[in-house]
């Protein structure tokens, strides 16, 4: 099963250009896609409906969409009718398999004066994958803060690992008469979390590491695919600063998985030849 999360910058590559079939063509092989800094009514690609664009190049993929920052623009004309605009911006999931249930999660956040800080979130679907359900995240951390990323990182576990306590998305689905839907204890939580591996918010997500034994694992924190792996290397990156500025790179985006699925995992890569935004798609391969 190949897993690929890319933070997708509203379709602007590294060449300042917008295109959305690159970065089609980028993730076409997956069986399971989170997207983030999807856009809707954006002014900096000519106002796009991306949703409906990724959907139309990837038609055989179910998908969800959640915006947790959605603003009111302007009044435009349409064909003589006043019609709203508004700034949708936020990330999807996208799935070969049937999604059986979702929930749009939106992460703490705090007033800020001088730099931007937009409403976060994440979508969670549990899909109907071959080997069972499946949860999965699209996530997209505060880029300006580590203090709120690690609230925002409590919350993330606490909806994850509490899942099945919590019941999910629905439960007592009989008095709708509806079926059950599982209760998917695995989970893979893909985005751009805008944190560095070690950081104090990325500790907050894997536990400290022992000097003797590294991280084991445990039933209170997430496992970092790439880490487990061996994958991650000081030369590794998944963002650069802007086009055509190759100096500046970061690990911002990442895979993690709970305990159990650790032993699944085969394989985490970085697709740095993709063009498609100033972040780079990471690939997840499970057994």
Known sequence: ??????NIQYGIGLDGLYSLDRIADSVAEA?????????RGFSRNNYADMVEGIKTLLPHAFSS???PCDLFIDMVDVDGQPTERRL??????LSRWPILAVRHLLLPRNRTFEKLNLQRGAVEAVIATPSGPLRVYSVHLDHVSPDERIEQVRFLKARALNFVAEGGSLTGASEFGLADMPLAEDFVMMGDFNMVPESPEYVEMVGRTDSYYRRALRANHAVDASARLGATTPESYTWVKSPGDGTEKMYLDHC?????????LKSVQVDNQALGSDHFPVWLELA
């Open 1 to 6: 099963m190949k897993l690929v999360s890319y």
């Open 31 to 39: 069986d399971i896609i989170a997207l983030q800094e999807v856009t």
């Open 65 to 67: 969409f959640a915006a």
């Open 88 to 93: 949708q911006f936020g990330n999807m999931i």
């Open 256 to 264: 993690f998985v709970n305990p159990q699925l650790a032993p699944r």
